[in-house]
């Protein structure tokens, strides 16, 4: 697998990506580079869009996209007009709103799939645990999951902690793991056969680095950060 393709939609391929790992671990780093380089990636085509949505109001963009029409959108309707013009928008929903905000945004990504041919996009959710439990999950998730693929919409849940859901479990084309507390490497071992205990050792030689796990082919791969010298496998 190469870890460029995270964000990437494809049809052939569940909707969901999950990211995990604890704060500083090097989740928000990955998919700063993975953006990064999404925008500049023309393969993506014109009329794809990065949306990154963060509970916490947190989460910021590299220098390189620190300009006004990028910057944190905490408005719903600004927040849909910046989707339908900008390549790239960053939502701070309101904590009391933040269901209504994800709803709307996931509405408004499925009629311009349905309006536009050549419409795709990369959704992100910082602490997905806010709209995910293991008996719950929000329905607009649970649609992206479901419907995303032949909408050409991906759906990356990030979180500190490891998720467990039905509706994750067999939806999700890939994990991408971090350094793990310890409570979510014998997660990783009783959900998924891994060894949580090795993987994090592994983890631990490089600042940032990542494992992939592909839930369809159960194939594990280690990485260096993206971009970083020494070629991208660890």
Do not use: C
Not at 54 to 62: A, L, N, Q, R, S
Not at 115 to 135: G, H, I, K, N, R
């Amino acid at each position: 697998m190469n870890p460029n393709e995270l964000l990437r939609s494809d049809v052939q391929k569940p909707a969901g990506r999950l990211f995990f790992g604890q704060s500083g671990s090097g989740k928000s780093y990955l998919l700063h580079s993975l953006i990064d380089r999404g925008m500049r990636d023309t393969s993506y085509g014109v009329d794809h869009r990065f949306v990154v949505i963060d509970i916490k109001h947190e989460y910021t963009f590299p220098k390189t996209y620190q300009k006004k029409q990028f910057g944190p959108i905490s408005d719903l309707r600004k927040v849909i007009e910046s989707i339908s013009k900008n390549r790239l928008t960053l939502v701070y929903p309101p904590l009391e709103d933040a269901d209504i905000f994800l709803n709307v945004i996931i509405e408004y990504l499925f009629e311009a799939a349905d309006e536009v041919d050549t419409f795709s996009a990369s959704l992100v959710v910082e602490e997905s645990s806010m709209y995910v439990s293991p008996q719950t999950i929000d329905p607009s998730l649970q649609r992206v999951l479901t419907q995303g693929r032949s909408k050409r919409i991906v759906v990356a849940l990030a979180n500190q902690r490891f998720l467990t859901n039905r509706w994750i479990d067999n939806l999700a084309a890939s994990m991408v793991a971090f350094p793990l507390a310890i409570p979510d490497r014998d997660i990783l071992k009783r959900r998924w056969g891994l060894d949580g205990e090795g993987l994090n050792e592994r983890l631990l030689q490089e600042r940032h680095s990542f494992a992939v796990f592909d839930l369809e082919t159960q194939g594990l791969s280690y990485y260096r950060p993206i971009g970083s010298k020494g070629g991208p496998e660890l």
